[in-house]
């Protein structure tokens, strides 16, 4: 079993940064992909960025030049780090681990005043 746990997120103000970390723990398989995914009132969850353990990344269109996405293999942690944030960002943001199943973290708020 693999736990994910997330800090990080709050309020803030549009333009604003705000950074996401996850720490995994448990028997995680590697090589493996993590990431995060969010997801706004009545809308389906979707991509925000992944990270492989090769550090290959991959980013939603919405988010790219404005969000970066790391990780630590050896302490197993992903961390996202969103600049210039807009309304529109404001969403639970989900990490998550692809190995041989996928795990989920609780979630974590992220709130963008206009």
């Known amino acids: 079993q693999v736990q994910l746990v997330e800090s990080g997120g709050g309020l803030v103000q549009t333009g604003g940064s705000l950074s996401l970390s996850c720490a995994a723990s448990g028997s995680i398989f590697s090589p493996n992909r993590m990431g995060w995914y969010r997801q706004a009132p009545g809308k389906q969850r979707e991509l925000v960025a992944t990270?492989?353990?090769?550090?290959?990344?991959n980013y939603a269109d919405s988010v790219k030049g404005r969000f970066a996405i790391s990780r630590d293999n050896a302490k197993n942690t992903v961390s996202l780090q969103m600049n210039m944030l807009k309304p529109e960002d404001t969403a639970v943001y989900y990490c998550?681990?692809?190995?041989?199943?996928?795990?989920w973290g609780q979630g974590t708020q992220v709130t963008v005043s206009s």
């Open positions: 990270i492989t353990s090769g550090l290959s990344t």
């Open positions: 998550n681990l692809l190995g041989l199943r996928v795990y």
